[in-house]
């Protein structure tokens, strides 16, 4: 790899990320919406299956006021799953896409894989990516953005009142 293509490498690699935490805490319903909005009238795209969605268990890791020593805070069911995109004719390669969410839900995984490996083509990554992802990562901060409000009301401020010498 030379020096200038390792910006644009890990501006990809920063893009993808940033779209892969969307999907991952996009509900079902709301990745079948944008899916479809996406694609429009066009067929959705054929793929393989390299791992099923699987469903299993991770461990939660914590620690006290986000610094202190890591301790194990319990178990989170999650779901995975990887696919590969079939390649079409006159295209190189096929592209593999991944997603991994908590919860149980086989067909979201399948529906943010599938986004996942569509928006890592460039011809077809414009087309997805503004009227799907952006709109998706605007209602998480807005939901985001409420529950601080909501947290903020309830928050107690201590304060210890000095007396007179007397």
């Known amino acids: 790899?030379?020096?200038?293509?390792?910006?644009?490498t890990a501006a990809a690699s920063a893009a993808r990320r940033a779209w892969m935490a969307v999907l991952a805490r996009?509900?079902?319903?709301?990745?079948?919406?944008?899916?479809?909005?996406a694609l429009g009238d066009e067929p959705a795209p054929s793929f393989d299956?390299?791992?099923?969605?699987?469903i299993g268990l991770a461990m939660v890791r914590g620690r006290v006021g986000g610094t202190g020593n890591a301790?194990?805070?319990g178990e989170a069911t999650v779901t995975r799953a990887t696919l590969r995109?079939?390649?079409?004719?006159?295209?190189?390669?096929?592209?593999?896409g991944v997603a991994c969410h908590l919860g149980r839900d086989k067909r979201r995984a399948e529906l943010a894989a599938l986004a996942d490996a569509v928006l890592q083509q460039p011809e077809r990554h414009a087309r997805p990516h503004a009227p799907s992802i952006e709109p998706l990562?605007?209602?998480?901060?807005?939901?985001?953005a409420a529950r601080r409000t909501d947290a903020a009301s309830t928050k107690v401020e201590f304060f210890t009142m000095v007396r007179g010498d007397a």
Do not use: H
Not at 1 to 8: D, K, Q, V, Y
């Open 1 to 8: 790899m030379n020096a200038s293509s390792a910006p644009s």
């Open 26 to 37: 996009t509900p079902r319903a709301e990745l079948e919406a944008a899916f479809a909005a």
């Open 49 to 54: 299956w390299l791992r099923t969605p699987q």
């Open 71 to 73: 301790f194990n805070l």
């Open 85 to 96: 995109l079939r390649a079409a004719q006159g295209q190189q390669g096929a592209t593999v």
């Open 137 to 144: 990562a605007a209602r998480q901060a807005q939901r985001r």
